[in-house]
């Protein structure tokens, strides 16, 4: 199974149970026109979280209909951002979406030992990209939270991206860890980690999906450049999944990709109790609306 747009999120949301979203620091124009929208295609019902003069004054200019959805008010983001955790913790929604908060006090409010959403050691990012010139949706990791992941620390970024794929009904996602060669040297920790983790996924250590590495770019998304140099692999030129050497690495593809290619993504936080929508303000409208349909579409 794999899937070529992100608009077949929005079909597996819409077919399936609609989920209950909760927004922190709900008082942001794009984020609230989002939720409305995704809203509209009946996949969430939103709850929001913030300053509630605020919000309405952002609905009436946008001309967003909000009633009946439930307003909780709480003007200090900070304190919106563990209201809304609450929520979910209680039970009363299953997606968390940022607003107008910094990720750091959200992030704080979600990994809290007693009253979070703390599940595995580590949260990480994975964006689902719909790239005019490769033949399926390509997601890649971690573009956003994961400054210089030490090795245990990509063994979980996969294990995180693995787990949204699984949810989303993929069963071997094919994983390619790339670098800037396809061979292990000794002056790239980078390459000797692409080695090990593909050593680990063959005994099994890293289970559900199928990784080979180090790999270059090219090698990972074109079978042609695999063949031209060598490489026998399920995973070139088929990746499914880019996991990067750090934040830099990852940021610059996943933005490259989206101002010189053209491309749409839809991302989430992976590795709390529940997706977490954590958009960009440089996202496109449809990549925000499409973040949620991907939190909506995972079992």
Do not use: W
Not at 1 to 13: P, R, T
Not at 209 to 232: Q, R, T, W, Y
């Amino acid at each position: 199974m794999e899937f070529k747009k992100l608009d077949e999120f929005v079909q597996i949301a819409k077919a399936g149970k609609t989920k209950r979203l909760v927004v922190a620091a709900a008082a942001d124009e794009p984020v609230l026109e989002a939720v409305y929208n995704a809203k509209k295609e009946g996949i969430v019902e939103p709850i929001l979280v913030g300053d509630k003069e605020a919000i309405n004054q952002i609905c009436a200019k946008l001309n967003l209909d909000f009633s009946g959805v439930e307003i909780v008010q709480e003007a200090d983001p900070v304190k919106a951002s563990a209201l809304a955790v609450s929520i979910i913790k209680e039970g009363k929604a299953e997606i968390l979406m940022k607003g107008l908060v910094a990720t750091g006090p959200l992030l704080k409010a979600v990994l809290d030992k007693e009253k979070g959403l703390r599940k595995g050691a580590l949260i990480s990012h994975v964006a689902f990209m719909e790239i005019p010139f490769y033949h399926k949706l390509l997601a890649i990791a971690d573009a956003a939270v994961n400054i210089a992941p030490e090795f245990e620390d990509k063994v979980a970024i996969i294990e995180n991206s693995i787990e949204a794929f699984h949810k989303l009904g993929i069963e071997c996602p094919k994983v390619a860890v790339v670098g800037a060669v396809e061979t292990v040297n000794p002056k790239m920790e980078e390459t000797f980690h692409a080695a090990m983790l593909t050593q680990m996924n063959r005994r099994k250590q890293i289970k559900g999906c199928l990784i080979d590495g180090p790999l270059a770019v090219d090698n990972a998304v074109s079978k042609e450049a695999a063949h031209h140099k060598g490489i026998v692999s399920d995973v070139a030129g088929d990746a499914d999944l880019i996991i990067c050497p750090d934040i830099a690495s990852a940021n610059i593809m996943y933005k490259t990709l989206g101002f010189l290619a053209n491309a749409c993504s839809a991302a989430v936080l992976m590795g709390a109790k529940v997706p977490i929508v954590l958009t960009s303000r440089a996202d496109s409208d449809k990549s925000k609306m499409m973040s949620i349909a991907l939190a909506a579409a995972m079992k």
